[in-house]
């Protein structure tokens, strides 16, 4: 699923050209990756012009045969849920780490493989938590940092990652309840007017044999503006259903999209330093391959839950430098535009050891779920510490 942006643009180049695909990139990149309120008119554009057009031309059809007329009363419902559900985590912040509340944030530690200790974040100058990123479409550093998402101008971090999957649930319900029910509305009137056994005729006048076809046919002309909305709402319901059965892929595994993608990039580059350390070796290159990792202290990080990881983890692969993750998968790595994919010849002299299989931060389905419900920064431990460090820092 992540790859399908790639295949995608692949098949723009393919199809229309090199400079076809840059621009489509470029305003692919400004529409989902930059912060402006574009995608958020959009957003407006689609939800308010649907439901006009529900509740002019779907709800005057109601009740009907299939439809009961408690379904206009719904419909206000559900379209409340959705407006506040994005209001909300457009208003809701992901969280700052900053000198003051580092302490609040500080809930992690660093797996040495994606997060590294002793680092310090080069914009804003403090120490890089484990799972933080700093975020520049914002200019904050956010605490277990998942995504810019430019549907809602907004970063998704710890403290607004829940409001973000409750407003890919209200969204995804609320576009299968309304494709199922414009589905219902016009099955209704092929039943009321009998179309099933109705006469049509050609624009010569010749009689037509009835079809499904011919019914859809006679449907979508008669209510353009509803078929029109039920393809929409459609196409929308597959997108929206897959970004949100990617988060619960994500949840299930304890990663972030950015510790999804970043995870990615790591197992890409261990296998090629595999294979070039095999061949220094095969050529003669290397005379010693000391394993980085025993095979006990693997077997250990896959199955145990434990937040302590193995020391003999550290270094298993060069560090992986911070990409700008959107909607739309990673952006850019380096501010030059590079994406150190280059592996250093040195790296390929030794051993990268076996890497393991799952992440630092899986620590079970129900752990990771209720991880994202209520956020380790709004736990006790968390708020006690903080608030003792803010009076310590007052008492000065």
């Not at 011919?214 to 209510?223: F, G, R, S, T, W």
């Not at 434990?306 to 692969?317: A, I, K, P, Q, Y």
């Amino acid at each position: 699923m992540h790859k399908a942006p790639v295949k995608f643009a692949n098949g723009v180049k393919w199809l229309m050209g090199e400079t076809i695909k840059r621009k489509l990139d470029s305003f692919t990149h400004y529409c989902a990756n930059e912060p402006h309120p574009f995608m958020q008119v959009v957003y407006c554009f689609i939800v308010f012009g649907g439901w006009t057009v529900m509740f002019h031309y779907g709800f005057t059809l109601v009740p009907n045969t299939y439809v009961g007329g408690y379904h206009k009363y719904n419909g206000y419902v559900v379209f409340l849920l959705c407006i506040s559900s994005y209001v909300t985590v457009v208003k809701a912040s992901p969280g700052t780490i900053t000198a003051m509340t580092l302490t609040k944030y500080d809930n992690y530690d660093y797996d040495k493989i994606m997060f590294h200790p002793g680092q310090t974040c080069p914009t804003v100058g403090i120490r890089k938590l484990a799972r933080s990123k700093y975020d520049r479409m914002t200019r904050r550093h956010v605490p277990r940092f998942d995504h810019y998402c430019g549907w809602v101008n907004n970063t998704i971090g710890e403290e607004n990652y829940r409001l973000f999957i409750w407003f890919l649930i209200v969204h995804t319900g609320m576009l299968w309840y309304g494709v199922v029910l414009t589905v219902l509305i016009f099955k209704s009137e092929a039943a009321t007017l009998n179309l099933k056994y109705a006469a049509f005729y050609d624009n010569r006048g010749r009689p037509l044999r009835t079809s499904y076809v011919i019914v859809v046919q006679y449907l979508i002309q008669e209510h353009n503006m509803l078929a029109a909305l039920l393809l929409l709402m459609f196409v929308m319901a597959l997108i929206v259903s897959g970004f949100l059965c990617f988060h619960i892929y994500l949840i299930s595994r304890g990663m972030t999209t950015n510790e999804f993608y970043k995870w990615n990039e790591i197992q890409r580059r261990h296998k090629i330093l595999r294979m070039e350390y095999a061949k220094a070796v095969a050529e003669g290159r290397v005379t010693v391959a000391p394993t980085k990792i025993s095979d006990k202290s693997i077997e250990s990080s896959t199955r145990s839950d434990s937040l302590h990881h193995n020391e003999d983890t550290d270094g298993v692969l060069v560090n992986i430098p911070d990409a700008d993750v959107g909607c739309m998968g990673t952006v850019v790595v380096n501010e030059d535009g590079t994406d150190n994919s280059e592996v250093d010849e040195d790296a390929t002299q030794t051993d990268p050891g076996i890497l393991p299989t799952r992440s630092h931060y899986n620590l079970g389905l129900i752990t990771n779920i209720q991880e994202v419900i209520f956020p380790r920064c709004f736990s006790p431990e968390a708020q006690k510490r903080y608030s003792e460090f803010i009076q310590t820092q007052k008492s000065k």
